[in-house]
């Protein structure tokens, strides 16, 4: 078992929830997004946020449209569509459902030991 | 003194140091490469060099108007490498593409005297091609047979023309490191000739 492999595994999956989870506050580009999951700790190189953004994309859960913008070139900006409201929604609920899992089993495994 | 080159990166225009422009170049190869299996590489891609404008923007100030290779280099240890943004998923990644040491043979089109059979078949046994080729010759003046060999063999035998077939060829495994250092012979084989 590779320690570091278990914690990327993990955190693969909680990124694309994290990407959707930022983007149903309120529409934003791609700096944005990267500047939040930095914070949270989320995500180590800036590389895998795009291609996760494109199959998103892809997948009718995001849509983007271009905005202007003072500082240079125009930038895309992404935003929830009605179907991504609809999977973040369920992805919600199962994040819910496993943590309160995850917790039964750690408490268990406490009470156990102690 | 330096040369720079100038360059458009995601709708911005750069001067850019020779030996920077050289080590963004080649980083951007590898993440084509990377992404060459996905829908939308050409968008990913695109959205990553704008992202990595945005880096050198913030680099720049009126005192200093040049991307040198120290800010290639951080931008790309703030994007990730691809090995980095594939995460633990590059041992899965080089299965796809074959299991270590398989190689086939192909037809070898940068060493080829004729048709690059017998260099093709030199790499793929791992001999010198000039081995193959007397045994052709030889082969070939015992009553023709050498030539009917060779010419079924041309047509059956595929040219090796994109890096992964050429790295298949010669037997090595498959996988992004190998891919970016044949890319990186072959960038410097140029450059070289573009300085002579």
Redesign the interface.
């Known amino acids: 078992m590779d320690l570091e492999n278990t914690k990327a595994q993990m955190r693969k999956g909680i990124l694309e929830y994290c990407i959707l989870s930022v983007l149903s506050r309120n529409s934003c580009y791609a700096s944005d997004i990267i500047r939040e999951l930095k914070e949270a700790r989320v995500i180590v190189v800036e590389g895998t946020l795009y291609p996760l953004l494109t199959r998103q994309k892809n997948a009718a859960l995001l849509s983007y449209r271009w905005e202007e913008s003072q500082q240079g070139p125009p930038r895309k900006y992404y935003e929830l569509t009605q179907e991504g409201r609809e999977y973040l929604d369920d992805l919600d609920k199962s994040w819910d459902e496993l943590v309160k899992s995850v917790n039964l089993i750690r408490s268990g495994k406490k009470s156990k030991t102690t | 003194m330096k040369l720079t080159i100038s360059i458009n990166l ?3 225009s750069f001067n850019i140091d020779e030996d920077a422009f050289a080590e963004l170049k080649r980083y951007l190869k590898n ?1 084509e490469l990377h ?1 060459a299996e ?3 590489a050409s ?2 891609l695109s ?2 060099e ?2 990595m ?2 880096l050198f ?1 913030v680099k720049l100030t009126s005192y200093k108007q040049v991307i040198t290779i120290a800010d290639v280099q951080q931008a790309i ?5 691809p090995e ?2 594939s ?2 998923e590059k041992r899965t990644a080089g299965d796809k593409f074959s299991s270590p040491g398989y190689n086939r043979m192909y037809r070898d089109p940068d060493r080829r005297i004729i048709g690059g059979v017998c260099s093709g078949m030199g790499a793929y046994w791992n001999i010198e091609p000039w081995i193959v080729r007397v045994i052709f010759l030889i082969l070939a003046m015992m009553g023709g047979l050498g030539i009917l060999i060779y010419l079924i063999l041309y047509i059956v035998l595929p040219e090796a023309k994109t890096t992964s077939q050429k790295i298949e060829m010669k037997g090595d495994p498959v996988n992004i490191h190998n891919i970016k250092e044949s890319v990186k012979k072959e960038f410097d084989t140029v450059t070289k000739k573009m300085k002579l």
């Open positions: 995601g709708g911005y993440l992404f996905e829908d939308s968008e990913i959205d990553i704008s992202r404008a945005e923007k240890s703030v994007m990730g490498t980095d943004i995460d633990n």
